[in-house]
């Protein structure tokens, strides 16, 4: 189970921004910097691109050459697996939490 940004506030007492909050797996930060970052945005490719406009190095890691998301990446909006693949237009409420993982595979 995830805990919520809004539950880590609720247990200090303070309360949290008003934006998503992005964050990526610990695999992609061993090759890039990409620490969490809070973001105004209605869907997951709005989220994504502002957090690419500050690290373009990064789009190329989750994004192929189509724009498209790359078959080894999974995206989690408030632990839900996202439906669309392709154009990523699932929705964000204000303070949704949206993780960024790479797939590992092997045996």
Same mark, same amino acid.
């Given at each position: 189970?995830?805990?919520?940004?809004?539950?880590?506030? $609720? %247990?200090?007492?303070?309360?949290?921004?008003?934006?998503? =909050?992005? =964050?990526? =797996?610990?695999?992609?930060?061993? @090759?890039?910097?990409?620490?969490?970052?809070?973001?105004?945005?209605? =869907?997951?490719?709005?989220?994504?691109?502002?957090?690419? %406009? /500050?690290?373009?190095?990064?789009? +190329? @890691?989750?994004?192929?050459?189509?724009?498209? $998301?790359?078959?080894?990446?999974?995206?989690?909006? /408030?632990?839900?697996?996202?439906?669309?693949?392709?154009?990523?237009?699932?929705?964000?409420?204000?303070?949704?939490?949206?993780?960024? $993982?790479?797939?590992?595979? +092997? +045996?």
């Amino acid at each position: 189970m995830l805990i919520s940004k809004h539950d880590v506030g $609720l %247990a200090k007492g303070i309360t949290t921004t008003n934006m998503a =909050t992005v =964050t990526f =797996t610990n695999n992609l930060k061993r @090759y890039l910097s990409c620490p969490p970052r809070d973001v105004q945005a209605g =869907t997951v490719a709005e989220a994504l691109q502002r957090v690419f %406009a /500050d690290n373009a190095r990064l789009a +190329g @890691y989750i994004l192929d050459d189509q724009d498209r $998301l790359r078959k080894n990446i999974a995206i989690f909006v /408030d632990g839900q697996m996202i439906r669309d693949r392709l154009h990523l237009t699932d929705a964000l409420q204000p303070e949704s939490e949206v993780h960024v $993982l790479q797939a590992l595979s +092997g +045996g």
